[in-house]
């Protein structure tokens, strides 16, 4: 088929595109197989590994405001996407990258060995071919400077211009591959980031980006009791943080910095609803966040006001991720129930089936409309071919074929009589598609 086909070049361009991201994932491949636990054990091993590497204390942070920043980076409720959804490794990946390389030329900044700069390269180049969020790299790294000496300053610079270099060179054979910038498009095909205006920028970097850093919070769903006592506290904590503290203003402006500096390729992606839908965006950010806070504990001279201050803003970060993780708990399992169901409607006709207004998201959490025929033969066995998805199977006109759509109030899958056609739309004399309920509907628990 013509869409297969399609599938298969836009397959090929991303692997192209991101070449280390998908050699990772067939190696993943191999090990994990069809086991969903390997796959999350991957995922959560390289978010583990991104929290050491902040722990690492190569900015000569104190051990208490070192933990504190670590721990802050890895229970921040953005984790529950990025980290569940194993689609989102390479986000995941590419910070690891990132990561290492700003380690390796700190080191090389402290004693001016050049292999620390060399082996500063390697992760750098890899973490391009990764995710197109490493192209921040070289904006990252003048938020270096309040952390060394002036003398080091040169070497920063000298830094910041190879990776420059280096990140132009990617963008350059990027834009040689997709013939354009390339990136996520609007319904009408046109590329989001043409659309990105002074307003929205505004919005995100003066608004909602630091509200949602301060306050991950998906309010799709009401919140327990936990996470309202915990938002009392985190706001008792930091206004008292704010209060006592006397932190270095130039390195909390370079912290605060590379939060901005690392949303500059996704920002047009940041305008991020109450369902927390797309976090997984902030991902690297959150790095910037957390030393922010680091910064902060490091200068409270109290041990005890350290213990307390951090018990509280620690608490309502993990309640407002068991909170988001909820939901990437519940909401598989919904989908996994409604792909059953379709298969035992497969199973019981021997015809195929067109499915229409599949929901993309329920509560943030990518839902059917993400691989459903794959879905369907993975938890049942029938055979995926037989499931086209409206508006991304180009199908001619069939007779022999049985038609549903997704109602989201009944939330179920219904199938439409076959004299209700079109799908979509009302008929000529006004009056709606007739419907009746497929045989094994799957509803909300």
């Given amino acids: 088929m013509a869409h297969d086909a399609h599938l298969v070049h836009d397959t090929h361009e991303r692997a192209l595109l991101r070449p280390v991201g998908f050699t990772i994932y067939w190696l993943d491949y191999k090990w994990a197989g069809t086991n969903p636990f390997r796959w999350?054990?991957?995922?959560?091993?390289?978010?583990?590994?991104?929290?050491?590497?902040?722990?690492?204390?190569?900015?000569?942070?104190?051990?208490?405001?070192?933990?504190?920043?670590?721990?802050?980076?890895?229970?921040?409720?953005?984790?529950?996407?990025?980290?569940?959804?194993?689609?989102?490794?390479?986000?995941?990946?590419?910070?690891?990258?990132?990561?290492?390389?700003?380690?390796?030329?700190?080191?090389?900044?402290?004693?001016?060995?050049?292999?620390?700069?060399?082996?500063?390269?390697?992760?750098?180049?890899?973490?391009?071919?990764?995710?197109?969020?490493?192209?921040?790299?070289?904006?990252?790294?003048?938020?270096?400077?309040?952390?060394?000496?002036?003398?080091?300053?040169?070497?920063?610079?000298?830094?910041?211009?190879?990776?420059?270099?280096?990140?132009?060179?990617?963008?350059?054979?990027?834009?040689?591959m997709l013939g354009g910038i390339g990136g996520y498009r609007t319904p009408a095909g046109r590329p989001m980031i043409a659309d990105f205006g002074p307003l929205q920028i505004s919005k995100v970097l003066l608004l909602r980006l630091w509200a949602i850093l301060n306050f991950p919070i998906n309010w799709s769903v009401?919140?327990?009791w936990w996470l309202k006592i915990g938002m009392v506290l985190v706001v008792i904590a930091m206004a008292v943080i704010c209060f006592v503290s006397s932190g270095n203003r130039s390195r909390l402006a370079a912290a605060a910095g590379f939060v901005v500096a690392s949303t500059l390729p996704v920002g047009h992606l940041l305008l991020i609803g109450p369902d927390l839908g797309g976090a997984r965006f902030l991902y690297l950010p959150v790095v910037g966040f957390a030393l922010f806070?680091?910064?902060?504990?490091?200068?409270?001279?109290?041990?005890?006001?350290?213990?307390?201050?951090?018990?509280?803003?620690?608490?309502?970060?993990?309640?407002?991720?068991?909170?988001?993780?909820?939901?990437?708990?519940?909401?598989?399992?919904?989908?996994?129930?409604?792909?059953?169901d379709f298969g035992k409607e497969l199973a019981s006709d021997s015809r195929s089936a067109i499915v229409s207004d599949l929901p993309i998201t329920l509560h943030g959490v990518y839902f059917l409309a993400n691989g459903f025929p794959q879905c369907v033969a993975f938890n049942s066995g029938q055979d995926a071919g037989r499931i086209h998805v409206a508006r991304q199977d180009p199908l001619s006109p069939q007779e022999n074929v049985r038609r549903f759509t997704w109602e989201e109030k009944r939330f179920r899958l219904i199938e439409v009589?076959?004299?209700?056609?079109?799908?979509?739309?009302?008929?000529?004399s006004g009056k709606a598609p007739k419907r009746r309920r497929s045989r094994s509907p799957a509803s909300p628990r």
């Avoid at 054990?41 to 590497?53: D, F, G, K, P």
């Avoid at 996407?81 to 690891?96: C, E, I, K, Y």
């Avoid at 079109?422 to 000529?428: E, I, K, N």
Wanted: net charge positive.
């Fill in 222 to 224: 009401e919140p327990g």
């Fill in 293 to 340: 806070f680091g910064l902060l504990f490091e200068s409270l001279r109290s041990g005890r006001c350290q213990v307390l201050l951090a018990a509280g803003l620690l608490f309502f970060h993990e309640a407002a991720l068991q909170h988001s993780l909820r939901m990437w708990r519940e909401v598989p399992a919904l989908a996994r129930a409604a792909c059953m």
């Fill in 417 to 428: 009589a076959p004299e209700a056609e079109p799908l979509a739309s009302p008929t000529s």
């Fill in 40 to 176: 999350h054990l991957w995922s959560l091993s390289v978010h583990i590994l991104n929290s050491a590497l902040l722990f690492v204390r190569e900015l000569k942070l104190g051990r208490f405001a070192s933990t504190v920043c670590a721990l802050i980076f890895a229970i921040h409720a953005s984790r529950a996407g990025p980290v569940s959804w194993t689609d989102a490794r390479f986000d995941l990946l590419a910070t690891a990258c990132v990561l290492a390389s700003l380690i390796l030329l700190n080191r090389y900044l402290d004693t001016g060995r050049r292999l620390h700069f060399l082996l500063a390269m390697v992760p750098a180049v890899l973490a391009l071919f990764v995710k197109e969020s490493a192209f921040c790299l070289p904006f990252l790294v003048p938020c270096l400077i309040p952390f060394k000496e002036k003398s080091a300053r040169r070497g920063v610079i000298q830094s910041a211009i190879v990776l420059f270099v280096i990140c132009i060179t990617g963008f350059l054979y990027r834009w040689w």
